[in-house]
């Protein structure tokens, strides 16, 4: 499976963005899919979780209520859409795709495939 995350950019407080994760290879049907974000002198933290039924959807308490995890089974393809950024917002986010059980979903060692960042910059 590769992975291929976009959609990173600039964006002043309160704006939005859309990331995209595009999978490719073996079919995402058999893995759920998070992304995962790192900001500079920080650990990789986890942001949300989606299973490619569409079930078991997870986000960080930091991120609920603003950010939306969907897929597009069409395109092979998982989103998160990131509304009422805040500068705590900026990192490199990541997704990765692999089989963790509902009580790890957060774990990064949980995901065996992970695609490049891609850099969120939210500006005050």
């Known amino acids: 499976v590769q992975l291929q995350a976009s959609g990173g950019g600039l964006v002043q407080e309160g704006g939005s963005l859309r990331l995209s994760c595009a999978g490719s290879?073996?079919?995402?049907?058999?893995?759920?899919v998070a992304w995962f974000r790192q900001a500079p002198g920080k650990e990789r933290e986890f942001v949300a979780h989606?299973?490619?039924?569409?079930?078991?959807?997870y986000y960080a308490d930091s991120v609920k209520g603003r950010f939306t995890i969907s897929r597009d089974s069409s395109k092979n393809a998982v989103y998160l859409q990131m509304t009422s950024l805040k500068p705590e917002d900026t990192a490199t986010y990541s997704c990765?795709?692999?089989?963790?059980?509902?009580?790890?979903?957060?774990?990064?060692?949980?995901?065996?495939?992970w695609g490049q960042g891609t850099l969120v910059t939210v500006s005050s």
């Open positions: 989606i299973r490619w039924s569409g079930s078991h959807i």
């Open positions: 990765a795709a692999g089989r963790p059980i509902i009580s790890a979903v957060d774990v990064s060692s949980m995901y065996n495939y």
């Open positions: 290879g073996r079919p995402f049907s058999t893995y759920a």
